[in-house]
């Protein structure tokens, strides 16, 4: 059973920085297209960034280009998403997700079939 367990997450003052960790089991991780994605209070989950089966491609939503790196350590089962220059806005639980789509680029929630279940990050202005 494909297990997804999500950790980093904290409160950080607008301009900080955090680095959250999904660490995978009972999967084939470098099986897995990997991707985050977060849900802030009375909004829909929204794609943040996704990465390639070897690591090689990302892809990122508009909102954090620029000011978050996805990437992903196939030896050791772990995906990661690096915030920097966090802004009040990026406030939301942010869940890690695996897709076996055979396209790459997907930010469709209902491509993604196993969910952690989500660290929060809080930043204050």
């Known amino acids: 059973q494909a297990q997804l367990v999500e950790s980093g997450g904290g409160l950080v003052q607008a301009g900080g920085s955090l680095k959250l960790s999904c660490a995978a089991s009972?999967?084939?991780?470098?099986?897995?297209?990997a991707g985050w994605f977060r849900q802030a209070p009375g909004k829909e989950r929204e794609f943040v960034a996704g990465?390639?089966?070897?690591?090689?491609?990302?892809y990122y939503a508009d909102s954090v280009k620029g000011r978050f790196t996805i990437s992903r350590d196939t030896g050791k089962n772990t995906a990661y998403l690096q915030m920097n220059s966090l802004k009040p806005e990026d406030t939301a639980v942010y869940y890690c997700?695996?897709?076996?789509?055979?396209?790459?680029?997907?930010?469709?929630?209902?491509?993604?079939?196993?969910w952690g279940q989500g660290t929060q990050v809080t930043v204050s202005s």
């Open positions: 990465i390639s089966r070897t690591g090689g491609n990302t």
């Open positions: 009972g999967l084939t991780f470098r099986n897995y297209i």
């Open positions: 997700a695996t897709t076996s789509v055979l396209h790459f680029g997907s930010d469709r929630v209902a491509d993604f079939g196993s």
